[in-house]
């Protein structure tokens, strides 16, 4: 069981940046598939993100924010990040990383055992 720790979230005006991290807790890191997901009040998590492990990572997104938001890795600090630029209104929620999960073709299934408490991301208008 992974438990990754997530950082950078905050308050921020539509339009602005701002960058997530998670440190992940695996020992394979660099193997590992990762993925950020984010959860509305009421709502179930929708993937956000996902970052395929191995030699040359490939990337998912959400329709959502794919074009504003960029995911990457640090294997060496094992760690992923979440770059979310052009910040709109409707991206405030709670974002969660999720470590070990499944990357395929169509995205990503997460590790239901490995969640962060996740980082809250505010953003006024």
């Known amino acids: 069981q992974f438990q990754p720790v997530e950082s950078g979230g905050g308050l921020a005006q539509a339009g602005e940046s701002l960058t997530l991290s998670c440190v992940a807790s695996?020992?394979?890191?660099?193997?590992?598939?990762m993925g950020w997901f984010r959860q509305y009040p009421g709502k179930q998590r929708e993937m956000v993100a996902a970052?395929?492990?191995?030699?040359?990572?490939?990337?998912r997104y959400s329709d959502s924010v794919r074009g504003r938001f960029t995911i990457s890795r640090d294997n060496a600090a094992n760690k992923v990040y979440l770059h979310m630029n052009s910040l709109k209104v409707e991206d405030t929620a709670n974002y969660y990383c999720?470590?070990?999960?499944?990357?395929?073709?169509?995205?990503?299934?997460?590790?239901?055992?490995?969640w962060g408490r996740g980082t809250q991301v505010t953003v006024s208008s």
């Open positions: 999720n470590e070990g999960g499944t990357y395929f073709s169509q995205g990503y299934y997460p590790n239901l055992r490995s």
């Open positions: 695996g020992s394979r890191f660099s193997m590992q598939a």
């Open positions: 970052i395929s492990g191995g030699g040359t990572p490939s990337t």
